[in-house]
Structure formats: C-alpha cells, structure tokens
C-alpha cells in the first residue's frame, strides 16, 4: 500500500509485508543512507537491510563526508535537500578524493539539480515519489557494476593506444597513469570500446549500458561529458567519443577520430 511521508508517496507495502532478498545476495554491501527525513531513512533502510545489506543511516551533511571519510562504505544513498551541506556540496567533496557509488534521491522538481549532481559524479538517481523497491534494485544494480561482477568472463583487458581498460579488475588507464572512474562511466567506457565505429542513441545507451528501458537520455549527455574530460586530450574538441549529429555517440579508435 502507499504510504505519505513528508509531503510525497512512497510506494511500500505494510510493515512487515516488503519482498524479502533472493538468497545469497551477491552484490551486498555496506550503504550509507544520507536523509534528514527520519521516516524516509527508516523505510529506504529497512528495504535495503531486507536486501542483505549492512546500512548506517545519518541526517546531515557534514556527518555523512565525516563518516564517509572515517569508514568508506560500498555505495552511498544521497539525498539532495540536507541540512547544513547539500547533497551537491557532498557530492563534490566525495568525488574529490573517491570514486564510491553515490544513488541521488531527487523531487520531481529538481530536474537543474539532478543534473548537476549527474555532472558531479553520481552514478544513479531516484525521483520522489519513490518505490523503495525500485531504490534497492538500483543500489544492487550500482553495487554489481562497480564490483565489475556484470563482465563477461574472460573479459580480459580493452586498449586503444595509451587507453587500458582491464574489465576484470575494473581498472583504467590512460598513459600509464590511473584513471578514477565511477561505475557508470567505467561501463560506458568499456560499452564504446567493444563496440568501435559504431554510431548508438542516447536512448540506446541508456538502455545498453544503464539497462534502462525508458529514462532522462540527459543522463547519457552527461556521462559522455565526464567521460570525455578524462580520456580526451582537449574535451571541447573529443577525437574518440564523437558527437554523430542528429544520431548521437560513436567511439572512434585512437588517431580516427574527428571533431565533435
């Protein structure tokens, strides 16, 4: 049944009543759930506990880049409207010194802000009114991808030039030198260089690689954004991830590409 929690719906069965986890969850981890909406952070944690995951909830966010930093949890759920630091300033912050799953809790309204949290590095969002079984899904799916658990086996390692991208140990680099990736660039990345020479929407994309069937293809815009300023010599002029105008990206292999 539904049930109003400040001001919105969520979409939960009867105390008691929520799915319980399939056994052996494997991509069970350690969440961190940022929301000062007491009730919201019960209900989001019950769901998620009932998915095998351990989780530590906290109400500002000043606590959560202290607890963050002390014990680095496995994924973050990030609430945008915090008390004393936003959910935005936290996401910078983070996104400075790791590259730890962050799922976003947006309103509906906070289309600008959403984006701009995307831009900072999150790796997935939900829109309240939220399903908190929909919310659990999303944290394994990001849990999964981050873990590298979705390649196929015998991956191995992709390479274009000076580009390394070992699937397996879910690791970049570019000249020698580490990249920091976040989940969903790390498989949009590795997506492009399975697939060179080939032109794909944005909705393919995000169908491909989010496994999304519907969803904002401005998520797809913005990962191609982050992506290309850390594999792109000039982003603004990208010679691998192109632009193929009224379509949308192509990966085109080192010393192929064109301006974008």
């Known amino acids: 049944m539904n049930q109003t929690y400040g001001g919105y719906v969520i979409d939960e069965p009867a105390r008691g009543n929520a799915p319980s986890a399939p056994a052996g969850n494997p991509a069970a981890g350690r969440i961190l759930v940022v929301d000062d909406d007491d009730t919201v952070a019960e209900v989001v944690a019950r769901y998620l506990r009932r998915d095998g995951h351990e989780v530590e909830c906290v109400a500002d966010g000043r606590e959560a880049l202290r ?7 496995d994924l973050i759920v990030l609430d945008l409207m915090l008390p004393g630091l936003d959910g935005l300033e ?13 799922v976003m809790l947006t309103a509906l309204g906070q289309e600008t802000d959403r984006l701009v949290g995307l831009e900072l590095g999150a790796d997935d969002y939900v829109t309240k009114p939220f399903s908190p079984r929909e919310l659990a899904l999303r944290v394994r799916s990001v849990l999964r991808r981050a873990r590298g658990s979705l390649a196929p086996a015998g991956a191995g390692v992709l390479t274009d030039d000076d580009l390394r991208v070992d699937v397996g140990a879910h690791e970049v680099s570019l000249a020698g030198a580490p990249l920091a990736l976040t989940a969903r660039e790390f498989d949009l990345l590795a997506f492009f260089l399975r697939h060179p020479r080939q032109a794909f929407t944005r909705e393919q994309l995000l169908e491909q690689v989010w496994g999304w069937s519907f969803g904002d293809s401005s998520t797809v815009t913005v990962h191609v954004r982050r992506l290309r300023e850390k594999i792109e010599r000039d982003p603004t002029t990208p010679l691998r991830i192109v632009t193929v105008w009224g379509v949308g990206y192509r990966y085109e292999p080192a010393g192929q590409g064109g301006a974008a």
Not at 67 to 73: Q, V
Request: hydrophobic fraction near 30%; proline fraction near 20%.
């Open 67 to 73: 607890r963050a930093r002390a014990n680095p949890p």
């Open 90 to 102: 936290v996401c910078r912050r983070l996104r400075e010194t790791s590259p730890v799953p962050i």
